[in-house]
Nanobody
Framework: QVRLVESGGGLVQTGGSLRLSCAAS????????MGWFRQAPGKERDFVAA????????SYAETVKGRFTISRDNAKNTGYLQMNSLKPEDTAVYYC????????????????WGQGTQVTVSS
């Protein structure tokens, strides 16, 4: 069992930045790939970014590529999502997730989920 807790969300103006954190506890965090997803009101949960267990492989949704950066610090059992140049359309609840397999882009590929953190970007 892996417990994930997100933090770092909040209200920011267009063009601003936020860094989300995902603190993991339980089984060894470094054994899991990690992903970030987001869900806006009335919409499905969408893939944002993913990173392999070692941090050597990353992938991004086209909508965030070049603006967001996913990273992890296995020594601290923590993953991160640095979000720059934020836009109103980035407003959503952001979830981190852990996968025993590859860092995929589908939510069903992930085994453990956090409760989410709200990100609101004002225009």
């Amino acid at each position: 069992q892996v417990r994930l807790v997100e933090s770092g969300g909040g209200l920011v103006q267009t063009g601003g930045s936020l860094r989300l954190s995902c603190a993991a506890s339980g089984r060894t965090f470094s054994r899991y790939a990690m992903g970030w997803f987001r869900q806006a009101p009335g919409k499905e949960r969408d893939f944002v970014a993913a990173i392999s267990w070692s941090g050597g492989s990353t992938s991004y949704a086209e909508t965030v590529k070049g603006r967001f950066t996913i990273s992890r610090d296995n020594a601290k059992n923590t993953g991160y999502l640095q979000m720059n140049s934020l836009k109103p359309e980035d407003t959503a609840v952001y979830y981190c997730a852990a996968s025993v397999g590859v860092p995929g882009q589908l939510s069903l590929e992930y085994d453990y989920w956090g409760q989410g953190t709200q990100v609101t970007v004002s225009s």
